[in-house]
């Protein structure tokens, strides 16, 4: 019974010196995204949706919320984030070539078609970043016509 009380105790002061200690945070400025809108131009309905439901791990810049701060959860939300800018990154929007940013937009179109994003995990406790339907048709559509640009334009070169 000692050992296990001694084993407790050591859990406990490991898990309080943990928390002096976290991931750095993805807070880049927000301004970052600003030529991905430019490029892409979504409604306004979409580009909610977008901010809502992909930028937090999708662009340099991060909402974190509450229990970010307590160790071990903030390292799983940091792989996450790295995770999703490793696939997608709208904020280095600028610095993929045209083929890339339809073959992205077919990504997301994939991904949002198979409500494999935004991940059931985030949306768990971030209840906006649910997609309907409506929600989902509506990025398809915009995704869609924003991607017959960029195949004009490899098109042409």
Known sequence: MKIIKNILWFLLLAFGIAQFFGPEKNEGDLASVDAFFEDTNPPDD???????????????TTRYPWYSQITPVNYWLANHIKVG??????????DYDDRRKDHKLDELIEMVERKEMPLESYTWVHSEAKLSEDQIAAINEWASTVRLKYVFLKEAQ
């Open 46 to 60: 979409v580009k909610t949706i977008l901010k809502n439901a992909c930028l937090d791990c999708h662009s340099d």
């Open 85 to 94: 800018k490793k696939h997608f990154n709208v904020s280095k929007w600028n």
